[in-house]
């Protein structure tokens, strides 16, 4: 495989060139398959690859929201146990004291 960088040859397998490191697979946003960084669509799931395509799926996965991909025994559990993970608050008063030659006695 040619690096688009640097046009040097490389391994059909390799993820990376093995000259400059430029990317030689750009990960589908809908699949997550590798395909080559000039390429227009996805070889496997024929999404888009153009940059500003992947630059709104890349917003739109990051939008989610999180029921969209927590398991739904996670959500009730978390949901049903929501007041025990708040917790309460409490005023305290801490006191740090350092002892001189409380080493040499330990």
Known sequence: MKCPK???ENLADSAFCEECSAPL?????????????????????????????????????AARAPLSYTPKHLTDKILQSKSAL???RKQVTVLFADVKGSMELG
Request: hydrophobic share 20%.
């Open 25 to 61: 697979e750009a990960a589908c946003p809908s699949c997550g398959t590798g395909n080559r960084p000039t390429a227009k669509f996805c070889r496997k799931c024929r999404a888009s690859l153009a940059p500003s395509d992947r630059v709104k799926a890349e917003s739109q996965t």
């Open 6 to 8: 640097c046009h040097t």
């Open 86 to 88: 708040e917790g309460e």
